[in-house]
């Protein structure tokens, strides 16, 4: 209860805080990129229960021959790249969290096609809302392997507490100024998972958890 009345106060508190913010970061879209200005796409949210999520717009249409979307490397665009590593494209996600589809920390939510690919043990990241940063996102964001990812996802949802999230958002906030972990090695963001092939991952121990 007392996570999600913070999260409910602090995502409404960032709506009007921020609104100045969006407004300019919506115009800048609506002006490289076009329509529309928000990225919307359903992802499974608590218990894997669908909802669809809101985020701003970092890539422009861009169709290869074949008729199929070119790589995201390609269609990433310069503006878009800035809004990825400043995590500004993640603002309109306070909306999630005020409907309470997601917390303001938890598992990042992920695309539904890969939920036949978990692990039971990496199924686990969807016994909690998912967020909009989480305990992966201080510790590596995109720049660890699905696993490791995934490994503390669950170590969350083991240890979660009001006191943990307050330390992830502030540690949040020293990665998005540092902008560290921004993409993969040789990707614009992420390689898409194709499942693990260690279904036995081990928990991070406690020496994984960050001093600062």
Request: net charge positive; proline share 8%.
């Amino acid at each position: 209860m007392l996570k999600r009345c913070f999260d409910f106060v602090a995502a409404a508190a960032g709506l009007l805080l921020l609104s100045p913010v969006l407004l300019l970061v919506a115009w800048k879209v609506r002006r490289t990129m076009g329509s529309p200005v928000l990225f919307q796409q359903v992802r499974p949210g608590l218990h894997g229960t669908p909802f669809r999520m809101v985020k701003f717009r970092t890539m422009r249409d861009a169709i290869g021959p074949d008729g199929q979307p070119l790589p995201d490397a390609e269609r990433l665009t310069p503006f878009g790249q800035f809004l990825r590593s400043s995590s500004l494209d993640e603002l309109p996600e306070l909306w999630n969290v005020l409907k309470g589809e997601m917390s303001l920390v938890g598992p990042r939510p992920l695309l539904v096609e890969y939920l036949p690919l978990y692990s039971p043990e990496q199924a686990r990241r969807h016994e909690v809302r998912p967020g909009v940063t989480g305990w992966a996102q201080v510790n590596g964001r995109n720049a660890i392997s699905w696993e490791q990812k995934f490994a503390f996802d669950v170590w969350y949802v083991d240890h979660r507490s009001f006191w943990l999230d307050v330390k992830i958002i502030f540690l949040t906030v020293k990665k998005v100024l540092v902008r560290d972990g921004i993409s993969a090695q040789g990707e614009a963001t992420m390689p898409k998972f194709t499942g693990s092939p260690n279904t036995n991952l081990l928990h991070p121990s406690s020496t994984d958890i960050p001093s600062n």
